[in-house]
Structure formats: structure tokens, C-alpha cells
T-cell receptor, first 114, second 116 residues
Framework: DQQVKQNSPSLSVQEGRISILNCDYTNSMFDYFLWYKKYPAEGPTFLIS?????DKNEDGRFTVFLNKSAKHLSLHIVPSQPGDSAVYFCAASPANNAGNMLTFGGGTRLMVKP | DTGVSQDPRHKITKRGQNVTFRCDPISEHNRLYWYRQTLGQGPEFLTY????????KSRLLSDRFSAERPKGSFSTLEIQRTEQGDSAMYLC??????????????FGPGTRLTVL
């Protein structure tokens, strides 16, 4: 049973436009959500996170939106750049659980075309 | 501090052999995690330590797998009698329990294991 799902395996966007990556989760115990970016042959790099007490968090070109009632989060990248081309993973962890093990989605491959 | 480091980056072994991987976390982080990632999937949790105590293990961690963090600093993950299904990227992450980045896990570059 996949508790975190990224239904779009790939996304192609023109440079300068907005990239929107989506993620759905089923476990209502999830309280903290993160987005990671991964290049081939490297480990995931932390991008941005959001706690369930917020519905939006912004960091430069990256904004994460959380809709708790829909159990949905999204990552917006504006403007998209060719260097953003990578696989993006959303991850979730339960509320104040010791250890906060992360459950990951399957990833979305973003391609930003010059 | 340069972040989480893992050694080796690549390991090719024959089925039935034992392998051991090492992870050095960010120095002030007291939590350390191991994940496994197979092609086309997201990372899957294996186990985690708080200081030297192993506090949680996934059902994915069969009895052929053992992890240690003897002094609460670096950790090792050993796989005994490797099988072809063990071929994957093994990722280590660390986090702090306090401060502005608490609960954010930072990953190392991974060790890619290929079992022939």
C-alpha cells in the first residue's frame, strides 16, 4: 500500500515557465512533508519542507502548498531553469514520532527545456 | 562540515558474499538513517539510530542485514550472503533533534550495490 504517491512519472516544462509537481498521501498521521531533488548517481538533496500547521512555505523560487483536507501537496518552481531538471521526491513523516522515518513517493522526473 | 559521506560509492559482489557499507553523518547530528532505493522507486526506510541505539527496523531489513552505530558517530550496514535482489542504492541520512533544521534529513551520495 503506497502511502505517498506521485502520479506523474515525468513532467516537461519550458525554461522560465512554472513547474508544478504534485503529491498525494493517504496516512492522516503524516504531519511533516518534504521535497527532495535527486540527480543521477547522487543522494537526494533537501529542497523545502512544510509542517501541517501551515498551508504554504516559500523559499526563493520554490513554494510548497499543503491541502490537508485533500491530503495533497504540490511544489511550484518559478521560474523553471534547465538546472532544475532532476527527479523530485516528496516525502512525509508522522507527527512527533521518535525518529520521524520518511515515507517517499515514487518520484517525478522534471525536464526543463531551454 | 561537508555533509553526510558514504563509502564505498560503488560495490560489485558475487551472490553469497558479505558486504559492509559505512556512513559518516553530519557531525552534530544524533539521528542516523538507512534507506534503500531501487530503480524507478523512491527510497524505502530500513532502520534508524538515535545516538548508538537502534530504535526502529523496517520489515525490509531481513536477518541477513545488520546495522551498527557503536559510538554514536559513524554507522555500518552489513549484508550477509548477498542475493541478486539486494542490488540497489543504499542511502544514509542524518538529522538533528533540535534547532531550526530539526527533523530534516540530509542524505549522503549513496552506495550502489550490484550483486552478480
Amino acid at each position: 500500500d503506497q502511502q505517498v504517491k506521485q502520479n506523474s512519472p515525468s513532467l516537461s516544462v519550458q525554461e522560465g515557465r512554472i513547474s508544478i509537481l504534485n503529491c498525494d498521501y493517504t496516512n492522516s498521521m503524516f504531519d511533516y512533508f518534504l521535497w527532495y531533488k535527486k540527480y543521477p548517481a547522487e543522494g537526494p538533496t533537501f529542497l523545502i519542507s512544510i509542517s501541517s500547521i501551515k498551508d504554504k512555505n516559500e523559499d526563493g523560487r520554490f513554494t510548497v502548498f499543503l491541502n490537508k483536507s485533500a491530503k495533497h501537496l504540490s511544489l511550484h518552481i518559478v521560474p523553471s531553469q534547465p538546472g532544475d531538471s532532476a527527479v523530485y521526491f516528496c516525502a512525509a513523516s508522522p507527527a512527533n514520532n521518535a525518529g520521524n522515518m520518511l515515507t517517499f513517493g515514487g518520484g517525478t522526473r522534471l525536464m526543463v527545456k531551454p | 562540515d561537508t555533509g553526510v559521506s558514504q563509502d564505498p560509492r560503488h560495490k560489485i559482489t558475487k551472490r553469497g558474499q558479505n558486504v559492509t557499507f559505512r556512513c559518516d553523518p553530519i557531525s552534530e547530528h544524533n539521528r542516523l538513517y538507512w534507506y534503500r532505493q531501487t530503480l524507478g522507486q523512491g527510497p524505502e526506510f530500513l532502520t534508524y539510530f538515535q545516538n548508538e541505539a537502534q530504535l526502529e527496523k523496517s520489515r525490509l531489513l531481513s536477518d541477513r542485514f545488520s546495522a551498527e552505530r557503536p559510538k554514536g558517530s559513524f554507522s555500518t550496514l552489513e549484508i550477509q550472503r548477498t542475493e541478486q535482489g539486494d542490488s540497489a542504492m543504499y542511502l544514509c541520512a542524518s538529522s538533528s533533534v533540535q534547532g531550526p533544521s530539526a527533523d530534516t534529513q540530509y542524505f549522503g551520495p549513496g552506495t550502489r550495490l550490484t550483486v552478480l
